[in-house]
């Protein structure tokens, strides 16, 4: 049910800052890029001569007139001109009651789901489950604003000025945070405006473009960033993965005309993912996943490490990176029909050589990860075997962490975990893994 308020929720501002850094102050935003706080609080005395009281006084002063920013730019963020009744005024604004109104409903699930520990499974597999179409939704709701927002911008630059600001911060918060799925549009209506040509604008709309395969785009990110003198290293030439891609894309329209490959679904701690694998591309390592998630080997497994810009890597049992299932499983990352990396990609970890570091392909196991970018440089060692093709969006959600490292072990980090999993769609076939090495559990 709808919420009926003007009064922004406590929680959507949360939601919010998940995409926006509300604590780095955007002074861009507010015109005030040549004033600095320092310079409205004084400079009659330097700090080295301030006395214990004056310099307690001036820090307080500081963070009062931060917070007054702050909160002047929350009473504007995102918001249409005064008075504006246009047709795309009026569906942006649809568009963000209606993300308001998932937000505040995913704050009063995210309440029950803190009590659920103390009810019956039954009711925490309820809750959890309605915890995961929240966020869902929420995600729905964020990219048709996002979507509107960048609509409206785009209809007059001049006009929503303050809506393309708003989108550049939220833009780039959100690349850095690998949640790049339904920001395509809005960054293409930002850049070609020609409107916000700052380095950090033209990165992450850049590498959103990569994320997302449009790699026409990425080459005219690129383009303006090189007039601007800057450069994103890892993009300096993209045009195999444009081969691949091509490549990719024919391969999915033979295999959504056939339709049917295996298909299964995880419940995590920040959502679903439907998971849908590559029997003919990796037909050994499907079979030992697939046994794998029919046995439950993979509920409560953590997601140990998750590394920005690179991927989520789970499936360990023992949660540091060095746990498998017992056994091995042929690598299939050298046949003809190999599998690419690209955002939402599953491939297989593999262990390395000690003393070369070379990757050892029949060293694969339970552990998998999901790729956050096209990563051509992992494409022929890892098998790939499968994509998500739901919820890509959960990926992104997940705690940053690598608890492989004894140091981050030590802090006592908190990761997220597959809560439950099941096999929806499977071949007519007997799936039973193919062992290099070890044996399979009893």
């Known amino acids: ?78 918001m249409l001109p005064e008075g504006d009744e246009s047709e795309a005024g009026k569906k942006y604004q649809a568009a963000f009651d209606a993300f308001r109104n998932a937000a505040v409903e995913m704050s009063q699930i995210q309440v029950e789901l803190h009590l659920a520990s103390k009810f019956t499974d039954s009711f925490r597999d309820k809750i959890n489950n309605e915890w995961a179409d929240a966020i869902h939704k929420s995600f729905v709701s964020k990219k048709n604003w996002i979507t509107a927002a960048g609509e409206t911008f785009a209809s007059d630059p001049e006009k929503y000025s303050g809506i393309g600001a708003t989108l550049c911060e939220m833009m780039i918060s959100d690349f850095e945070l690998d949640r790049t799925d339904g920001w395509l549009d809005a960054a293409k209506a930002i850049v070609l405006s020609r409107k916000f040509e700052r380095e950090e604008v033209l990165r992450a709309a850049s590498l959103i473009a990569y994320a997302n395969a449009d790699f026409d785009f990425t080459e005219r990110c690129l383009a303006f960033q090189r007039e601007a003198g800057s450069t994103t290293k890892f993009l300096n030439d993209i045009s195999p993965e444009r081969v691949n891609w091509q490549r990719e894309l024919e391969i999915r329209e033979a295999e959504a005309e056939k339709n049917d490959n295996p298909r299964v679904e995880f419940l995590t701690t920040k959502g679903k993912l439907v998971i849908e694998l590559y029997e003919d591309s990796a037909p050994e390592t499907v079979k030992s996943f697939i046994y794998l998630v029919e046995r439950g080997f993979y509920k409560s497994k953590s997601f140990f490490r998750v590394e920005k810009h690179l991927c989520a890597q789970t499936g360990c049992e023992k949660g540091d990176g060095t746990g498998d299932a017992g056994y091995t499983i042929p690598g299939e990352s050298a046949l003809p029909g190999r599998r690419d990396h690209f955002r939402g990609t599953l491939a297989i970890a593999l262990g390395s050589d000690e003393k070369s570091g070379k990757v050892l392909s029949d060293t694969g196991s339970s552990q998998f990860y999901i790729s956050f970018l096209p990563a051509p440089n992992l494409d022929g060692k890892y098998t790939v075997f499968g994509r998500v093709i739901e919820g890509i969006e959960t990926i992104s959600f997940f705690r940053v962490m690598n608890l492989g490292e004894e140091a981050q072990r030590k802090e006592d980090k908190q990761p997220d975990y597959i809560l439950d999993c099941k096999v929806i769609r499977k071949r007519n076939t007997e799936y039973k893994p193919k062992i290099v090495a070890g044996k399979l559990p009893r």
Not at 9 to 27: E, N, R
Not at 28 to 50: D, F, P
């Open 1 to 78: 049910m709808p919420i009926k308020t003007n009064r922004i929720p406590t929680f959507f501002l949360i939601l919010l800052a998940t995409s926006c850094t509300f604590c780095q102050v955007s002074q861009k935003l507010l015109g005030q890029e040549n004033k600095s706080l320092q310079s409205k609080l004084g400079a009659a005395k330097t700090k080295s001569r301030l006395t214990p009281e004056e310099r307690a006084a001036e820090e307080k002063k500081k963070l009062e007139q931060q917070n007054e920013v702050t909160m002047n730019r929350l009473k504007s963020f995102g």
